[in-house]
């Protein structure tokens, strides 16, 4: 049976450095999506980007807030709206929908979100709605295509673990995955200019996604690099 993998890069659009690291692993590497955060400084350049290379599929990161872990507590380091208030939080996912059509001048080709708020209600229900409507992939929640979050460099209490953004733990990774079809979620760039727990953790990855051993072990595992519009337009079945 052949297999397919996607491997989507969240938080595109958050600064330039991300966009700089999105799109080198897309040129240079195994990347063949990514997910757009539309309120950042830095949404526009990525959706140029977009717009002249349809190679890449582009989906909507909507961005409800984000909470960092210091000294072994949670806290919140944004919000954009109350998570737990349906009608702000729906009015809010549309207002990024739209932006993200004005920017980018097409509907997404998937949905997601950060810190995958969309797991929890009420944004669950209003991105799956919004996915149904759209025909479009939601993240966790379209049955014959699988996630795998686990190409992260960092535990739930944000310790850092390096030695899981090698090429080796990749390998390790494509080994365990079961389904015919999985997506696979990074966060590469470059965090010199991101205030954010999560930053020498992204050029790591960025080294792995470009490794010319990465996509030979993709290869070897007998995967077929696709993205989400090629997934969609039923050429995967």
């Known amino acids: 049976m052949k297999r397919y993998l996607i491997v989507n890069a969240d938080d595109f659009g958050l600064s330039p450095g991300v966009n700089r690291g999105v799109i080198e692993c897309a040129e240079k590497g ?12 830095a949404a526009a350049e990525a959706a140029e980007y977009a717009r002249k290379n349809p190679a890449i599929s582009v989906g909507l990161h909507v961005d409800l807030g984000e909470w960092v872990c210091r000294n072994g507590e949670w806290e919140l380091l944004y919000k954009v709206v109350d998570t737990e208030n349906a009608k702000a939080v729906a009015e809010e996912i549309h207002r990024q929908l739209e932006e993200f059509k004005r920017l980018v001048g097409r509907n997404p080709s998937h949905l997601d979100s950060h810190q995958h708020i969309h797991r929890t209600e009420p944004s669950r229900s209003v991105m799956l709605k919004l996915a149904a409507e759209m025909n479009i992939p939601l993240r966790g ?5 699988s996630y795998c979050g686990d190409f992260y460099g960092q535990g739930a209490d944000g310790e850092s673990y390096p030695e899981l953004l090698t090429v080796e733990n990749f390998k390790k990774i494509l080994t365990s ?60 079945t």
């Open 141 to 145: 929640a379209t049955p014959r295509l």
């Open 30 to 41: 195994i990347l063949t999506s990514a997910s757009l955060m539309v309120r950042w400084p």
């Open 177 to 236: 995955l079961e389904a015919a079809i999985t997506e696979i979620g990074c966060h590469p760039g470059y965090g010199d200019d991101l205030e954010s727990p999560y930053c020498k953790e992204r050029n790591q990855e960025i080294r792995v996604l470009c490794h010319p051993d990465t996509r030979a072990n993709i290869e070897s595992s007998g995967f077929e690099l696709i993205n989400f519009v090629e997934l969609t337009s039923r050429k995967v």
